[in-house]
């Protein structure tokens, strides 16, 4: 089945400011190769039968190449995201007018001309960070959400009455996976790939009990960014960077894809964090 993704590219990004412990603002970026990684991306969705819409990137907001954190989706609902630092504060608004923009063009999961109803789009309360702390699990339609860093336990609470759907609540404790994304990645309709280490032991045994048959991956993969991957059930878009995550997903029967983004690293992201999925 093909997927719709939303992706901003990299015209304005550079390490200036930390909020994570991935950034390092005495590091130079190579702006130049930033973009023509993230086109090989774009290219590499495309090319695997998906549709790329593309966010105009707005001068100021370095990070907006993470359009993940955007806003989280399902169903055509669109729940809105409320940024834990002001320095990203402003990219929420850019992902809110892109969704009344889209609305306006077509229905959700259609081509232009379509009855169903358009996007519905829900501006939040509570701080959260997007698909940086939330995901969706089709099969048994599960929400999974985290917390520790960024996004608000209490917009876990806020999504589940947004979207309808029960959000499971994993608390993160080790700041290098500051986001679930960093740590934990859908792969199907009913299976997960996730690093434990990330996770409190309370919240390793929830996912324990859910997802007996996940692919467990080390400490050594979710370093090299091997879970923050975008998988369409099939095929996995992974960190060139992760060769053992992605000889564990040959193991479980997916196609890995690797990209490089040895750039986009340095502001503390990968695939994942570049890939907003739309969810009509
Ligand atoms: N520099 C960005 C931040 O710290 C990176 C965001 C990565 N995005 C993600 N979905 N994990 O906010």
Partial sequence: ????YLMCPPAYFDVKYVINPWMDATTPVDAEL?????????????????RVHVLAPQVG????????????????TVFGARFRYPQRAAEAAAHQAFYARLSSEEAPGEDAGGTRAGWRFVAPTEINEGEGDFTYVPGPGLILAGYG??????????????LARPVISLRLVDPRFYHLDMALAVLDDTTIAYYPGAFSASAQAVLRQLFPDAVVASESDALGFGLNLVSDGRNVVLSAEASDMAARLVAAGYLPRLVELTELKKGGGSVKCCVAELRG
């Fill in 61 to 76: 907001l370095p990070d907006m190449v993470y359009a993940a954190n955007g806003a989280f989706s399902v169903d055509s």
């Fill in 34 to 50: 930033a973009v023509k990684q993230w086109d090989r991306l774009r290219e590499t969705l495309i090319e695997l039968g998906h």
């Fill in 149 to 162: 860093f960024r996004t608000e336990p209490a917009a876990h609470a806020e999504a589940q009455e947004v």
């Fill in 1 to 4: 089945m093909p997927r719709t």
